[in-house]
């Protein structure tokens, strides 16, 4: 599994693929890929590390992601992270975090004071009915103000039966009036029920991808692994 890349476009950035315990919540509807954690802390600090050294830290930024949230990664990892920061000038790191986690956000930015901490809420979509009956997203607050607080940046998935092109731009719409930055996944084919929906992929590619694929605050992935990591 590729589990280092550089991001060329748009924000440009190192990211990082790591390890953990794995997702503590493990019940999103469209989710399969958070096999990659094992409880072996030391196991997954060696394999991080080994990650962590290729960090160059030319961009002055980095997103460290790992197939759940940064708090199921071991505390050595997480020091190793903030000594490449101060080694190799990087400045500015992404972290993603599901919404349980929302409370112990602060205390992560008080370890890494000095180094910008961009937090990424995997929120799928400000539709409750859909995020919380279709997705199984375990967020159970309408305000996006509120969602929004302590996150910089969040996820969105489009491409599912039930989308259409008003709840997408609606979507995308509050995603940048209440984040900094939004990340429009697109549902691809995995073991789960959930399945692409080729109609509403279409609408978003005619529809909004035209408009939104030069926006600097939107990352956009066709493919689950545009980001270079992952398999
Ligand atoms: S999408 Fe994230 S929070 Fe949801 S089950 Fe998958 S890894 Fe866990």
Do not use: W
């Amino acid at each position: 599994m590729e589990r280092y890349c550089k991001i060329l476009e748009k924000r440009k950035r190192e990211i990082v693929l790591l390890r953990g315990t794995g997702c503590a919540y493990k019940r999103c509807a469209f989710c399969d890929y958070y096999d990659d954690g094992r409880e072996d802390g030391e196991a997954n600090f060696a394999l991080n590390r080994a990650v962590l050294e290729k960090v160059t830290g030319e961009f002055g930024e980095l997103e460290v992601i790992n197939s759940g949230s940064v708090f199921e990664l071991d505390s050595g990892t997480l020091r190793l992270i903030r000594e490449i920061c101060r080694e190799k000038s990087v400045s500015t790191v992404h972290f993603e975090s599901h919404y349980i986690y929302r409370q112990k956000i602060p205390r992560l930015r008080a370890e890494f004071s000095g180094i910008d901490l961009k937090m990424k809420l995997g929120l799928e979509t400000f539709d409750f009915d859909f995020r919380e009956n279709t997705l199984k997203k375990g967020i159970s607050e309408y305000s996006p103000e509120e969602i929004a607080r302590n996150f910089n940046e969040a996820n969105f998935l489009f491409g599912l039966t039930g989308q259409t092109l008003s709840s997408m731009k609606r979507d995308i719409d509050l995603g940048l009036r209440f984040f900094e930055r939004i990340c429009i996944n697109i549902m691809c084919e995995n073991s789960t029920d959930l399945k692409p929906d080729k109609d509403v992929i279409e609408v978003f590619m005619k529809g909004i991808y035209p408009a939104i694929k030069y926006d600097d605050r939107a990352d956009i992935l066709l493919n689950n692994t545009d980001f270079g990591v992952g398999d």
